[in-house]
């Protein structure tokens, strides 16, 4: 069983930057990928980011491309997902999951645990 925590969400302006982080514990950390994935009021849940098992590939939504980053310590078997100019239509809570294989995807059925959320709120 993994267990998955977030944190570094919270209340900020637009333009602003975020850090979010994702400790896992459980499983062996380094064998897995981790992905982010959001969801606004009254919206699905849709992927944002995903890293391999061995931090060397990463995956972004097109729709935030080029605003995110998102890292991989496996020695801290915490995953960092950082995000700059905030927009208001970031506004969601943010979950990271671990995936059932090393690759990353981002499809949310690939993903076999999820973490509780972080609440983000950007302010125009």
């Known amino acids: 069983q993994v267990q998955l925590v977030e944190s570094g969400g919270g209340l900020v302006q637009a333009v602003g930057s975020l850090r979010f982080s994702c400790a896992v514990s459980?499983?062996?950390?380094?064998?897995?990928?981790i992905g982010w994935f959001r969801q606004a009021p009254g919206k699905e849940r849709e992927f944002v980011a995903a890293?391999?098992?061995?931090?060397?590939?990463?995956y972004y939504a097109d729709s935030v491309k080029g605003r995110l980053t998102i890292s991989r310590d496996n020695a801290k078997n915490t995953v960092y997902l950082q995000i700059n100019s905030l927009k208001p239509e970031d506004t969601a809570v943010y979950y990271c999951?671990?995936?059932?294989?090393?690759?990353?995807?981002?499809?949310?059925?690939?993903?076999?645990?999820w973490g509780q959320g972080t609440q983000v709120t950007v302010s125009s």
């Open positions: 999951g671990a995936a059932g294989s090393p690759y990353g995807s981002s499809w949310s059925n690939a993903y076999k645990s």
């Open positions: 890293i391999r098992y061995t931090g060397s590939i990463t």
């Open positions: 459980g499983r062996t950390f380094s064998s897995y990928a």
